[in-house]
């Protein structure tokens, strides 16, 4: 029994404080009380009336009466903007145009809701809803987009801009925020004073006015200046500024006295007139005291001790200005001068004297005698020593000059007393405990000294404790100095020589390697080369940089140690030489498949077996090239193995020519030019000559019988050629022409070569010179053919316009497909420029532009395909649907050899994805009998479904032709008896051995699945395939039959017993002497394991067996006894188990999809509205409206513009 919670009135109370107690019933879930579904009014209370009144206000309305009301964030803000001031005013486009689009932008951007509406006097009303925030960032941008913006200049003295713009430019920032206007204030440098505003009327009134605000606040404040002369300036500032500082802060003016840096008199006063007034009245009164008062007397000082009397940042002179009330005037850093001046009262002139003296000779400088190379022990790691001494004498200075043997003291006379005995101290014990030394050392060593990032010289700097100099390479200087511990010195002194020698017995040699080889000298990540400096490791071997295409590597160490690497190295090359043979084997592109074999699997054993690198070209290359790489013998190997593999697949006939070696290169000709015209106008066949330098005259000639007897004349007559009187001319022609000078099928330029005897060779396209056709022969036949090719070129230089009637029915064939067919006119015919009139135009003229004679033949050409058009006719050939697929061949190719070979085009009908069974009647269309009617149903069963048919359009006698070889193609199905028991061997592993036979005889073999035991395969395929695989069937069924026999003759068995201690005797070493015996008398001989003497043998029936339930057990009879009852034994544990499951399975639970079978009620309530009898119908789940969140405003969908009226 499933358990339900309840909520008892206690429990909701304290949840809800909200709702009424009195109105939460209690739903007493059990069994009994399911059939008595609670009230609509119980599950659903409604929302509390609008009170009449206020003491019907506090009685409690409803379940909801106590829930507080949630303060919308929302606010709402109306704007206008009058028709005057509208930016977009166009009537016809409002709710469309820009202003809309504007609207939409202004949402997405700030997330306030803007409704618009016109009022009558067509200004714009513009509603905008949201949080705060988001609505002032909205106006903003109304009033910038939808207003017209307008400008206007307010002008305000220059002094009072700063004062508009306030610290950091907040002052304006905000201005402009408050106006919604733009605010331009002119550049310090700018003398003007006129402020430009931009935006509303509104916006620039408000703006215009609070500038005229603080312009006029500014006005209050008035600007003096008073010159009073230099020398006075510190009296009037007082010491340390406190005499202005107390007048500003008495008069609250502002008083701007120019630094003593700068050569101004005047003083400037800012304030309120009154105020001002009294400041400037004190400044003049002690100006005036002061001129009355005071006088001068001047004091030599030594010029280094000027700057103690100034003291830090001027704080000695003001010192003496606030006791004495004397101003020491000091000359100019620049001034040689060493008079400073005294200026004051006379009485207190000595006073200050006396201050002067003292503050000039507080300070003293004092130098120690200590050699530069100690100076940095002096200074200790990072400043350590030094710190010592200036963290207790801070006032005390102390300067090391590189170079000089000297430390400068300066600062307090006490203090540098005391540094300098400490510092003498620090020396005196240095020298006694430091040495010094210096070694020269050729300066080329000086890199290797210092090791890869300084390993070496970091070693024994370490090592030694010592300090070691080596100079930049710039000072070309031999000397290295050593510091530190004097036995560190001896020591490192001591290796440092020892590697300089041994750097000077050093040799350096440079190794002539390929750089094609440096790649696998290295090895992947460097395995190779680290195996070389493993093997040497005292030799350095360096190789250039890829991109300087060098040869030279170099070799550099001991010179044992290099030489024994040279020799290594040179080995190693000889090697890869060795290996590097390569020979290229042209190969017939359609062969290339068949040497790869599936999977890759012929190409891999190639390689494997032969040891070679086989390359073949890519997929979509024209090259039929395959290079082979390796050693020469392997090489040769490996080309014998592809081209028997190619003999064996078509019938490819291979001549030996004898031509003289002189003759190759010409025979050839540039980038092979002469050969490649050769071989393509023979069929493609492949020409090898001997490689340069062997001295062989044999040509090798391999293709089709017939194409390698054409070759070999043409190869034989145009060495005649060569050898008599070979003349050779070249003629340029644009490439547009060369087609139309070959002519179809090459007709043109045939029956210029038997005109004249000449050779004439076009260029490939993989030629850089398009343009350059060559002539060849004797001097007499080219001279012929030039001029016969020369007035043709001319004739197509010589450019005419002709027309000609086409009928308008027919230029649809003409330009269709992208104006193919115009496209391969214009290629075959020199370019010539066919235009057909505009659709929708009944005019029949098509005009030609061209040279005359491809004008003429493409006129000829379009006739003949118009008369092709009109001779067209349709055939239907019919063929089952189900070979359409086999009859297309992959990718369509055998349709398009057939529309290319016929010229004809062949249209094949839609698949029918679900045929109707043949005892339909007639086809049916949405439940009707097809538009046919009655003709459907009386139509002939015999007759051709319309998924068979092909339709085949072009000239009658080429239709014919075509449908002929579109039947030749219908697979044809035989069948061949095969005993049931051969199948799977016919099979074979993994349907290898069928699959090689339907490779072998390009047709489909069937055999029947087992459980069927059908003696019968079926063989489907074309009809000249299918002899040939059932003789190749029958041929295999002989040769396994024979294996059987010769299987049934080798099963007879044999148990010899023979002690086990003479096993390995008769086996032998390695199994020798029992491998003999097996191979001899050809048996297979089996010992027993050595530990296992109760072995047995155990065999299960395999699939298809006469008794599938018989398991063989072989061995020991009592071994085999023990073995057939432990096979029972598990027989019958293994038949009670299933037993007991299927006895568990009745009391298992059914699965869940079972239970949830049966309809679920879902919650019901009485009394609801819609309920019978009712006319309400049931609330919408998905509606706002019928059930609103809580907050939420219900409101339908608005535009931009406003609610639809």
């Given at each position: 029994?499933?358990?339900?919670a309840?909520?008892?009135?206690?429990?909701?109370?304290?949840?809800?404080?909200g709702?009424?107690?009195?109105?939460v019933?209690?739903?007493?879930?059990?069994s009994?009380e399911?059939?008595?579904?609670?009230?609509?009014k119980?599950?659903?209370?409604p929302l509390?009336e609008?009170?009449?009144?206020?003491?019907?206000?506090?009685?409690?309305a409803?379940?909801w009466?106590?829930?507080?009301?949630?303060?919308?964030?929302?606010?709402?803000?109306v704007f206008?903007?009058?028709?005057?001031?509208?930016k977009y005013?166009?009537?016809?486009?409002?709710?469309e145009?820009?202003?809309?689009?504007?609207c939409?932008?202004?949402m997405?951007?700030?997330?306030?809701?803007?409704?618009l509406?016109?009022?009558?006097?067509?200004?714009l009303?513009?509603?905008?809803?949201g949080?705060?925030?988001?609505?002032?960032?909205?106006?903003?941008?109304?009033?910038?987009?939808?207003q017209t913006?307008?400008?206007?200049?307010?002008?305000?003295?220059k002094?009072?801009?700063r004062?508009?713009?306030g610290?950091n430019?907040?002052?304006?920032q905000?201005?402009?925020?408050?106006?919604a206007?733009?605010?331009?204030i002119?550049?310090?440098?700018?003398?003007?004073?006129q402020?430009k505003?931009?935006?509303t009327?509104?916006?620039?009134e408000?703006?215009?006015?609070e500038?005229?605000?603080?312009?006029?606040?500014q006005?209050k404040?008035?600007?003096?200046?008073?010159?009073?002369?230099k020398?006075?300036?510190?009296?009037?500032?007082?010491?340390?500024?406190?005499?202005v500082?107390?007048i500003?802060q008495?008069?609250?003016t502002r008083?701007?006295i120019?630094?003593?840096?700068?050569?101004?008199?005047?003083?400037v006063?800012?304030?309120?007139?009154?105020?001002?007034?009294?400041?400037?009245?004190?400044?003049?009164?002690?100006?005036?005291?002061?001129k009355k008062?005071?006088?001068t007397?001047?004091?030599e000082?030594?010029k280094s001790q000027?700057k103690?009397v100034?003291?830090?940042?001027?704080?000695?002179?003001?010192?003496?200005?606030?006791?004495?009330?004397?101003?020491?005037?000091?000359?100019?850093t620049?001034?040689s001068?060493?008079?400073?001046i005294?200026?004051?009262?006379p009485?207190k002139?000595g006073q200050?004297?006396?201050e002067?003296?003292?503050?000039?000779?507080?300070?003293?400088v004092?130098?120690?005698?200590?050699?530069?190379?100690?100076?940095?022990?002096?200074?200790?790691?990072?400043?350590?020593?030094?710190?010592?001494?200036?963290?207790?004498m801070p006032?005390?200075?102390?300067?090391?000059?590189?170079?000089e043997?000297?430390?400068?003291?300066?600062?307090?006379?006490e203090?540098?007393?005391?540094?300098q005995e400490q510092i003498?101290?620090?020396?005196k014990?240095?020298?006694?405990?430091?040495?010094y030394v210096e070694i020269?050392?050729?300066?080329?060593?000086?890199?290797?000294?210092i090791g890869?990032?300084?390993?070496?010289?970091?070693r024994?700097?370490d090592?030694?404790?010592?300090?070691?100099?080596?100079?930049p390479?710039?000072?070309?200087?031999?000397?290295?100095?050593?510091?530190?511990?004097?036995?560190?010195?001896?020591q490192a002194?001591k290796?440092?020589?020892?590697?300089a020698?041994?750097?000077?017995?050093?040799?350096?040699?440079?190794?002539?390697?390929e750089?094609?080889f440096?790649?696998?000298?290295?090895?992947?990540k460097g395995e190779r080369?680290?195996?070389?400096?493993?093997k040497?490791?005292?030799?350095?071997?360096n190789?250039?940089?890829?991109?300087?295409?060098?040869?030279?590597?170099?070799?550099?160490?001991?010179?044992n140690?290099?030489?024994?690497c040279?020799?290594?190295?040179?080995?190693?090359?000889?090697?890869?030489?060795?290996?590097?043979f390569?020979?290229?084997v042209?190969?017939?592109?359609?062969?290339?498949?068949?040497?790869?074999?599936?999977?890759g699997?012929n190409?891999k054993?190639?390689?494997e077996?032969?040891?070679t690198?086989?390359d073949?070209?890519?997929?979509?290359?024209?090259?039929?090239?395959?290079?082979?790489?390796?050693?020469?013998?392997?090489c040769e190997?490996?080309?014998?193995?592809?081209?028997?593999i190619?003999?064996?697949?078509?019938?490819?006939?291979?001549?030996?020519?004898?031509?003289?070696?002189?003759?190759?290169?010409s025979?050839?000709?540039?980038?092979?030019r002469?050969?490649r015209?050769i071989?393509?106008?023979?069929g493609?066949?492949?020409?090898?000559?001997p490689?340069?330098?062997?001295?062989?005259?044999?040509?090798?000639?391999?293709g089709?019988?017939?194409?390698?007897?054409?070759?070999k004349k043409?190869?034989?007559?145009?060495?005649e050629?060569?050898?008599?009187?070979?003349?050779t001319?070249?003629?340029?022609?644009?490439?547009?022409?060369h087609?139309f000078l070959i002519?179809?099928g090459?007709?043109?330029?045939?029956?210029?070569?038997?005109?004249?005897?000449?050779r004439?060779?076009?260029?490939?396209?993989e030629?850089?010179?398009?343009?350059?056709?060559?002539?060849?022969?004797?001097?007499?036949?080219?001279?012929?053919a030039?001029k016969?090719?020369?007035?043709?070129?001319?004739n197509?230089?010589?450019?005419v316009?002709?027309?000609m009637v086409?009928?308008?029915?027919?230029?649809?064939?003409?330009?269709?497909?992208?104006?193919?067919?115009l496209?391969?006119?214009?290629?075959?015919?020199?370019?010539?420029?066919v235009?057909?009139?505009r659709?929708?135009t009944?005019?029949?003229?098509?005009?030609?532009?061209?040279a005359?004679?491809?004008?003429e033949?493409?006129?000829?050409?379009?006739?003949e395909?118009?008369e092709d058009?009109?001779?067209?006719?349709t055939?239907?050939?019919?063929?089952?649907?189900?070979?359409h697929?086999?009859i297309?061949?992959?990718?369509?190719?055998r349709?398009?050899?057939?529309?290319?070979?016929?010229?004809?085009?062949?249209?094949?009908?839609?698949?029918?994805e679900?045929p109707?069974?043949?005892?339909e009647p007639?086809?049916?269309e949405?439940g009707?009998?097809?538009?046919?009617?009655?003709?459907?149903k009386?139509?002939?069963?015999n007759s051709p479904?319309?998924?068979?048919?092909?339709?085949?359009?072009?000239?009658?006698?080429k239709?014919?032709?075509?449908?002929?070889?579109?039947?030749?193609?219908?697979?044809?199905?035989?069948?061949?008896?095969v005993?049931?028991?051969?199948?799977r061997?016919?099979?074979?592993?993994k349907?290898?051995?069928?699959?090689?036979?339907?490779?072998?005889?390009?047709?489909?073999?069937?055999v029947?699945?087992?459980?069927?035991r059908?003696?019968?395969?079926?063989?489907?395929?074309?009809?000249a395939?299918l002899?040939?695989?059932k003789?190749?069937?029958?041929?295999?069924?002989k040769e396994l039959?024979?294996e059987q026999?010769?299987?049934?003759?080798?099963?007879f068995k044999?148990?010899?017993?023979?002690?086990p201690?003479?096993?390995p005797?008769?086996i032998?070493?390695?199994?020798?002497?029992?491998t003999?015996?097996?191979?001899?008398?050809?048996?297979?001989i089996?010992?027993p394991?050595?530990?296992?003497?109760?072995?047995?043998d155990?065999r299960?029936?395999?699939?298809g067996?006469?008794?599938p339930?018989?398991?063989?057990?072989?061995?020991?009879?009592?071994?085999?006894?023990?073995?057939?009852?432990h096979?029972?034994n598990?027989?019958e544990?293994?038949l009670a188990?299933v037993?007991?499951?299927?006895a568990?399975?009745v009391?298992?639970?059914?699965?869940?999809?079972?239970e949830?079978?049966?309809?679920?009620k879902?919650?019901?309530?009485?009394d609801?509205?819609?309920?019978?009898g009712?006319?309400?119908k049931?609330?919408?789940?998905?509606?706002?409206?019928d059930?609103?969140?809580?907050?939420?405003?219900?409101?339908?969908k608005?535009?931009?513009?406003?609610p639809?009226?």
């Open positions: 029994m499933s358990s339900v309840v909520l008892t009135q206690e429990s909701f109370a304290e949840h809800r404080s709702l009424a107690q009195q109105q019933k209690v739903a007493a879930l059990n009994e399911e059939n008595d579904p609670p009230t609509y119980d599950a659903f209370p509390p609008k009170a009449a009144c206020l003491e019907t206000a506090q009685e409690p409803g379940a009466s106590k829930i507080r009301p949630i303060k919308a964030s929302v606010i709402t803000q206008h903007v009058p028709l005057e001031e509208r005013k166009d009537m016809n486009q409002f709710g145009g820009e202003q809309a689009k504007i939409l932008d202004i997405q951007k700030t997330g306030a809701h803007l409704e509406s016109l009022a009558k006097d067509q200004g009303s513009i509603m905008v809803s949080k705060l925030e988001a609505v002032m960032k909205a106006r903003k941008e109304i009033v910038a987009r939808l913006q307008a400008s206007a200049t307010v002008a305000i003295p002094e009072h801009h004062f508009v713009i610290k430019g907040e002052k304006l905000d201005l402009e925020l408050k106006t206007t733009k605010i331009q002119p550049r310090p440098d700018d003398p003007s004073n402020i505003i931009t935006g009327k509104e916006g620039i408000k703006a215009r006015h500038i005229l605000l603080i312009s006029a606040e006005d404040r008035a600007v003096e200046r008073l010159d009073v002369d020398v006075y300036h510190p009296f009037i500032a007082g010491p340390f500024n406190k005499l500082s107390e500003m008495e008069t609250g008083i701007n120019p630094p003593p840096s700068i050569n101004k008199t005047e003083i006063f800012t304030g309120e007139k009154e105020q001002l007034a009294q400041a400037v009245a004190r400044i003049k009164k002690i100006y005036e005291e002061k008062k005071t006088t007397i001047a004091v000082v030594k000027h103690y100034i003291g830090p940042k001027g704080n000695s002179l003001q010192e003496i200005l606030e006791k004495t009330g004397v101003s020491v005037e000091i000359p100019p620049d001034s001068s060493e008079t400073v005294l200026r004051g009262e009485e002139l200050a004297l006396t002067v003296y003292a503050k000039a000779n507080s300070f003293t004092s130098s120690v005698s200590a050699p530069s190379w100690l100076h940095r022990f002096i200074i200790g790691k990072k400043g350590q020593n030094l710190a010592k001494i200036t963290q207790q006032k005390v200075h102390i300067e090391f000059t590189e170079g043997d000297k430390i400068t003291l300066e600062g307090p006379t203090d540098v007393n005391v540094a003498e101290v620090m020396v014990d240095l020298i006694n405990r430091m040495d020269s050392v050729d300066h080329k060593f000086h890199r290797h000294l890869k990032n300084g390993a070496n010289i970091n024994i700097k090592q030694y404790k010592v300090s070691v100099r080596i100079p390479d710039n000072e070309k200087s031999n000397l290295i100095r050593i510091e530190g511990d004097p036995q560190g010195v001896h002194k290796e440092l020589l020892e590697l020698s041994r750097m000077e017995n050093e040799r350096t040699k440079d190794l002539i390697i750089q094609r440096h790649r696998t000298i290295i090895g992947q080369i680290r195996e070389i400096r493993d040497f490791p005292e030799v350095i071997i190789f250039p940089d890829p991109a300087h295409k060098s040869d030279i590597v170099q070799l550099r160490g001991p010179k140690e290099v030489e024994k040279t020799k290594y190295m040179q080995k190693m090359v000889a090697d890869l030489v060795e290996n590097s390569s020979i290229s042209p190969i017939f592109k359609q062969f290339h498949k068949n040497i790869i074999g599936k999977g699997a190409i054993k190639i390689r077996e032969s040891n690198k086989i073949l070209p890519a997929e979509n290359s024209n090259s039929e090239t395959i290079i082979i790489t390796g050693k020469r013998a392997n190997a490996a080309r014998h193995r592809i081209l028997s190619q003999k064996e697949l078509a019938d490819i006939t291979e001549v030996e020519v004898s031509i003289p070696s002189k003759l190759h290169n025979l050839i000709g540039a980038k092979g002469f050969i015209s071989m393509e106008e023979c493609g066949v492949h020409i090898h000559f490689t340069e330098g062997s001295g062989s005259d044999t040509v090798t000639i391999r089709p019988a017939q194409d390698v007897e054409k070759a043409q190869l034989l007559h145009l060495a050629e060569k050898q008599t009187k070979s003349y001319v070249d003629l340029r022609a644009k490439p547009e022409y087609k002519g179809k090459g007709g043109n330029i045939r029956k210029v070569r038997d005109n004249t005897g000449a004439i060779i076009f260029p490939t396209s030629d850089k010179d398009q343009e350059l056709i060559t002539i060849m022969g004797t001097e007499g036949a080219v001279r012929e030039q016969e090719l020369e007035a043709l070129i001319k197509l230089d010589n450019v316009e002709d027309s086409v009928d308008p029915k027919h230029h649809r064939h003409f330009v269709i497909r992208r104006g193919q067919v496209r391969e006119i214009a290629d075959e015919y020199g370019g010539v420029m235009s057909f009139p659709s929708g009944q005019s029949d003229k098509v005009t030609l532009k061209g005359k004679d491809c004008v033949a493409a006129k000829k050409r379009i006739l395909i118009i058009l009109e001779a067209q006719v055939i239907e050939c019919t063929i089952p649907q189900k070979f697929r086999s297309m061949g992959p990718k369509g190719s349709i398009q050899q057939i529309t290319r070979d016929y010229g004809v085009q062949i249209k094949f009908p839609d698949r029918e679900n109707a069974p043949a005892t007639a086809m049916q949405n009707e009998e097809s538009g046919e009617g009655k003709e459907a009386e139509a002939d069963p479904k319309k998924c068979d048919i092909i339709i085949i359009s072009g000239r009658r006698e239709c014919e032709a075509a449908k002929e070889a579109l039947q030749a193609l219908v697979p044809v199905t035989t069948e061949v008896e005993p049931f028991d051969l199948h061997y016919i099979i074979g592993q349907g290898s051995g069928i699959r090689k036979m339907m490779d072998e005889f390009e047709v489909n073999i069937q029947p699945a087992p459980e069927l059908s003696d019968v395969i079926s063989i489907t395929g074309l009809a395939n002899d040939r695989a003789a190749g069937l029958l041929e295999r069924v039959q024979a026999e010769d299987r049934a003759l080798r099963s044999l148990t010899v017993t023979v002690d201690k003479y096993h005797k008769i032998g070493r390695k199994g020798a002497v029992i003999q015996i097996r191979t001899e008398h050809e048996v297979n089996q010992f394991d050595k530990d296992d003497d109760n072995q047995v155990i299960f029936p395999q699939s067996a006469s008794d339930n018989c398991v063989t057990v072989t061995g020991l009879p009592d071994n085999v006894e023990e073995a057939i009852d096979i029972l598990l027989e544990e293994y188990d037993v007991d499951n299927e568990m399975q009391y298992m639970k059914p699965s869940t999809h079972e949830s079978k049966a309809p679920s879902g919650f019901v309530v009485r609801a509205p819609w309920a019978a009712s006319n309400e049931a609330p919408d789940m998905s509606s706002s409206e059930f609103p969140s809580f907050g939420a405003q219900v409101a339908p608005t535009l931009p513009w406003g639809k009226r």
